[in-house]
């Protein structure tokens, strides 16, 4: 019996979607990390591909994102909630709305806090989501602050370098 490909979904709740990513090209994939290489979904002025890890346990995925010259525009953290469907072969990676951009210069900027008060607000969250998203949050800063996020970025890079 043959396994199923792995399939990967993005879901949102803000805009409320789910995107097959079925154009992402699968470099490394084991139950704790999944490594892709892909290109914008839609037309951008400011990006155009990147390379993303998704840190499965951590409950974040790093994303090295290029503009269409190939130059780092900044490394983007998503929060994220991950489901494996073992009968379908597929992660659905559920953005938790918080992120963390991290800029060349070294620069750190969090958006999006206010998704999760809107999406609690609205119902399209319970208290438990939006406090796991804010202590993921919480848990990706420290990291960045103390100088750690170099493991994240080193491990994305030995993946780009050997694509």
């Known amino acids: 019996m043959t ?5 990967l979904y993005r ?9 097959h990513l079925k154009d992402d090209v699968i470099l490394h994939q084991d139950s704790s990390l999944i490594i892709t290489k892909w290109n914008s979904l839609k037309p951008r002025k400011d990006i155009s591909n990147g390379i993303s890890a998704y840190f499965i346990e951590d409950g ?8 269409k010259h190939q130059k780092l525009v900044y ?4 929060i994220i909630e991950t ?7 597929s992660y659905s990676f559920l953005d938790l709305l918080a ?11 969090v958006v999006d806090l206010e998704e999760i008060a809107d999406a609690l607000e609205s119902k399209y969250i ?19 602050y103390s100088g ?7 491990i994305v890079n030995k993946y780009e370098n050997n694509s």
């Open 3 to 7: 396994k199923n490909k792995l399939n």
């Open 11 to 19: 879901k949102r709740m803000i805009p409320e979607e789910i995107i």
């Open 60 to 67: 974040f995925k790093v994303s090295k994102v290029f503009d």
């Open 75 to 78: 490394w983007y953290c998503d």
């Open 83 to 89: 489901t494996y469907n073992p009968t379908e072969n």
């Open 99 to 109: 992120d963390v951009l991290v800029y060349p210069d070294g620069s750190v900027h």
């Open 126 to 144: 319970d208290k438990s989501t939006a406090c796991k998203a804010l202590r993921l949050c919480s848990n990706l800063l420290d990291i960045i």
């Open 148 to 154: 750690k996020f170099k493991k994240y970025q080193n």
